[in-house]
């Protein structure tokens, strides 16, 4: 396990059963009470944006994701279908995965976010 010692811009930690990536994080320390850790956190798997404090030395849990490049191929009723570009295995993901579908276009390259922890994919234009 990590601690807030650990946290930087871009890290991706689970809290509350969803993922975030940190966007800004800072101390706040006073002479009467302990240092707290502040962040602000963007949904990953869903578009919340929210800022969560920690007290100096809590336990946090990020999880380890890859970025892979996937091409967009088209849309149909069962959701949004990818194709890895190195391995062309085809994958179909549902509509509240993918972030600004109403950007997709067919045969575009976009950037794919996977959670190496449970193969879940979201996807970045």
């Known amino acids: 396990m990590a601690n807030t010692s650990d946290i930087s811009r871009g890290l991706i930690v689970k809290l509350d059963g969803s993922l975030y990536t940190v966007v ?3 101390e706040n320390k006073t002479a009467r009470a302990a240092a707290k850790v502040w962040a602000k956190l963007k949904g990953v798997d869903n578009n919340r944006s ?4 920690w007290n100096s030395g809590d336990t946090i849990y990020p999880v380890r994701v890859e970025r892979k490049n996937y ?3 088209y849309q149909d009723d069962m ?3 990818f194709m890895d570009n190195e391995t062309f295995e085809q994958i179909i993901v549902s509509g509240e995965m993918v972030d600004a579908p109403q950007f997709l ?3 575009q390259e976009v950037s794919v976010l996977i959670n190496t922890e449970t193969s879940w994919p979201s996807f970045k234009n």
Do not use: A, P, V
């Open 71 to 73: 091409q967009f191929l």
């Open 105 to 107: 276009k067919d045969g």
């Open 50 to 53: 929210i800022e969560k404090t």
């Open 24 to 26: 800004e994080f800072g």
């Open 79 to 81: 959701g949004y279908n």
